[in-house]
């Protein structure tokens, strides 16, 4: 889902089509994800969006974020008191903008609880095994609702390669 459930446009010129709109979005969800990208800090800073993002995350079972979606949820006092990652590139200025937030740029996943954040956009995978986590069903085909919301156009920094670690609180 996305904002009014408008598409999103990547860099690449790739067009991202919504399922539906947050702020229709209703009911118990398995899994909130919140991607990040391009206008993260924008995301942010847009206090409907957080707020929604913190009201799904009240009914969801599990809470994760893909590379800098990490800010929205910080933003939306999700990760307070909590160890998190995000894409290494942007994790010294997270760490100042949001300092209740423990922000460990090296591995490449950390779960705190019911909350998960990834480095980057490859690390996705990472989540997607823990996702899978307590999956009653062979090769994780739960028919469970798991709602990405993506407020932002991906991001592809690659000039330093993090150093690869899992981490699990």
Same mark, same amino acid.
């Given at each position: 889902?996305?904002?009014?459930?408008?598409?999103?446009? =990547?860099?690449?010129?790739?067009? #991202?089509? %919504? *399922? !539906?709109? /947050?702020?229709?979005?209703?009911?118990?969800?398995?899994?909130?994800?919140?991607?990040?990208?391009?206008?993260?800090?924008?995301?942010?800073?847009?206090?409907?969006?957080?707020?929604?993002?913190?009201?799904?995350?009240?009914?969801?079972?599990?809470?994760?974020?893909? =590379?800098?979606?990490?800010?929205? #949820?910080? %933003? *939306? !006092?999700? /990760?307070?008191?909590?160890?998190?990652?995000?894409?290494?590139?942007?994790?010294?200025?997270?760490?100042?903008?949001?300092?209740?937030?423990?922000?460990?740029?090296?591995?490449?996943?950390?779960?705190?609880?019911?909350?998960?954040?990834?480095?980057?956009?490859?690390?996705?995978?990472?989540?997607?095994?823990?996702?899978?986590? !307590?999956?009653?069903?062979?090769?994780?085909?739960?028919?469970?609702?798991?709602?990405?919301?993506?407020?932002?156009?991906?991001?592809?920094?690659?000039?330093?390669?993090?150093?690869?670690?899992?981490?699990?609180?």
């Amino acid at each position: 889902v996305t904002p009014a459930g408008r598409p999103i446009r =990547c860099d690449s010129g790739l067009s #991202l089509n %919504a *399922a !539906g709109a /947050l702020q229709d979005t209703t009911g118990r969800l398995d899994t909130l994800v919140v991607s990040g990208g391009h206008g993260h800090d924008d995301a942010a800073a847009n206090p409907v969006l957080v707020a929604h993002v913190r009201r799904l995350a009240a009914v969801a079972r599990r809470v994760a974020s893909v =590379c800098t979606g990490t800010s929205i #949820l910080a %933003a *939306a !006092g999700l /990760l307070n008191g909590r160890r998190a990652t995000t894409h290494w590139g942007f994790a010294r200025a997270m760490a100042r903008r949001y300092p209740a937030v423990g922000i460990d740029p090296d591995p490449i996943y950390i779960r705190d609880g019911k909350v998960a954040t990834s480095a980057g956009l490859l690390t996705v995978n990472s989540l997607a095994t823990w996702r899978c986590t !307590g999956s009653p069903l062979p090769g994780c085909r739960r028919s469970s609702a798991t709602l990405w919301v993506s407020p932002c156009k991906p991001i592809s920094i690659c000039s330093k390669p993090p150093k690869a670690r899992f981490q699990s609180l």
